[in-house]
């Protein structure tokens, strides 16, 4: 079964460092590779959507990167900013499935 | 699009009673997820469906769950009776098909006392 590992769990830093979120997965089998973040009490928003057959994706300040061989993602978040303050999930696609780590809790502080 | 609508938001329930929460995916997606989240166990995939028919249910807890897609637009989850256990925030996603992007609702924040 897809295991999906998120480290670290939680991260405080300074406004207006670069950051970089970690994801794991065990079977390298997968049709993408979802960032999401979530607020609290609200529901899940997508970032990015990594397909298998790509390296990286990029949208305004945030960068995805996948290894598939390797079974590792990074989400790289440039000149950090409180309202970036959040959870972030990554998730690995199936077939039938998206399988998701527990994120990594993110605060940017002012 | 207005994305995945769920409804109600919010439902508070007392422990036996039936709950049913509704999700409307966003248009000409043909796959749709139930997820539950909490604390303790994260996101968990309850049911999929591609093109209405239930692909996965494995993650159904138990018999008191059970969830239908009569038609493209509109799916339900039900709980009879519902349990303290239950309480969770119950999430409804869709994607044009199985392994494309997902979209996620603003999920129902149930609580069962």
Same mark, same amino acid.
């Given at each position: 079964k897809q295991e999906v590992t998120q480290i670290p769990a939680?991260?405080?830093? =300074? %406004?207006? %460092?670069?950051?970089?979120l970690n994801c794991s997965f065990t079977d390298s089998a997968i049709y993408n590779l979802q960032w999401f973040?979530? $607020? =609290?009490?609200?529901?899940?928003?997508?970032?990015?959507? #990594?397909?298998s057959?790509?390296? %990286?994706?990029?949208?305004?300040?945030?960068?995805?990167?996948l290894d598939k061989s390797s079974g590792r993602s990074t989400?790289? #978040?440039?000149?950090?900013? =409180?309202? $970036?303050?959040?959870?972030?999930l990554c998730a690995v696609t199936g077939a039938n499935n998206l399988f998701f780590g527990t994120g990594t809790?993110?605060?940017? #502080?002012? | 699009?207005?994305?995945?609508?769920? *409804? /109600?938001?919010?439902?508070? &329930? !007392?422990?036996?009673?039936?709950?049913?929460?509704?999700?409307?995916?966003? *248009?000409?997606?043909?796959?749709?997820?139930?997820y539950?989240q @909490?604390?303790m166990r994260g996101l968990e995939l309850?049911?999929?469906?591609?093109?209405?028919?239930?692909?996965d249910?494995s993650g159904?807890? !138990?018999?008191?769950?059970?969830?239908?897609?009569?038609?493209?637009?509109? *799916? &339900?989850?039900?709980?009879? /009776?519902? !349990?303290?256990?239950?309480?969770? +925030?119950?999430?409804?996603?869709? *994607?044009?098909?199985?392994?494309?992007?997902?979209?996620?609702?603003?999920? @129902?924040?149930?609580?069962? +006392?």
């Amino acid at each position: 079964k897809q295991e999906v590992t998120q480290i670290p769990a939680a991260l405080s830093v =300074p %406004e207006g %460092e670069n950051l970089v979120l970690n994801c794991s997965f065990t079977d390298s089998a997968i049709y993408n590779l979802q960032w999401f973040r979530q $607020d =609290p009490g609200k529901g899940l928003t997508s970032l990015l959507l #990594i397909q298998s057959s790509q390296r %990286e994706q990029t949208s305004g300040r945030l960068n995805a990167s996948l290894d598939k061989s390797s079974g590792r993602s990074t989400l790289y #978040i440039a000149a950090s900013q =409180p309202g $970036d303050s959040a959870t972030y999930l990554c998730a690995v696609t199936g077939a039938n499935n998206l399988f998701f780590g527990t994120g990594t809790r993110l605060t940017v #502080i002012p | 699009d207005a994305g995945v609508i769920q *409804s /109600p938001r919010h439902e508070v &329930t !007392e422990m036996g009673q039936e709950v049913t929460l509704r999700c409307k995916p966003i *248009s000409g997606h043909n796959s749709l997820f139930w997820y539950r989240q @909490t604390m303790m166990r994260g996101l968990e995939l309850l049911i999929y469906f591609n093109n209405n028919v239930p692909i996965d249910d494995s993650g159904m807890p !138990e018999d008191r769950f059970s969830a239908k897609m009569p038609n493209a637009s509109f *799916s &339900t989850l039900k709980i009879q /009776p519902s !349990e303290p256990r239950d309480s969770a +925030v119950y999430f409804c996603a869709s *994607s044009s098909s199985g392994g494309r992007e997902a979209f996620f609702g603003q999920g @129902t924040r149930l609580t069962v +006392v």
